[in-house]
């Protein structure tokens, strides 16, 4: 249990959403996971099956952690893709124009 206004372990994190059926740690590797300052997480993970080393599948998961005296994580977000998909993404984001 988490007590309100204290953060949830990463490692608990993981354990809740494979423990829910949101991600089976059977086929997805957690490899980064950042906190961010309004109570979400994102994380990424990779397929343990598919890919390869040179063209491996990836998971982004942005979910919502609940600290209200109940350990819960809820999945906002899920977007799998692969290196080509970012590299073909990133074709359109425009870049910051004088370091602003």
Known sequence: MVADGEEM????IIEILDEKGEVSL????????KNNRDGTVDILY?????GSDDDPVFLW??????????????VLE?????REDLAWILRYVPAKKGGK
């Open 9 to 12: 372990e990463i490692k608990r």
């Open 26 to 33: 059977e086929t997805w590797k957690a490899i980064s996971v």
């Open 46 to 50: 990779r397929n343990l099956h598919l």
């Open 61 to 74: 998961i942005y979910a919502n952690v609940v600290n209200d005296g109940d350990e819960d994580v809820r």
């Open 78 to 82: 899920r977007i799998t893709f692969k």
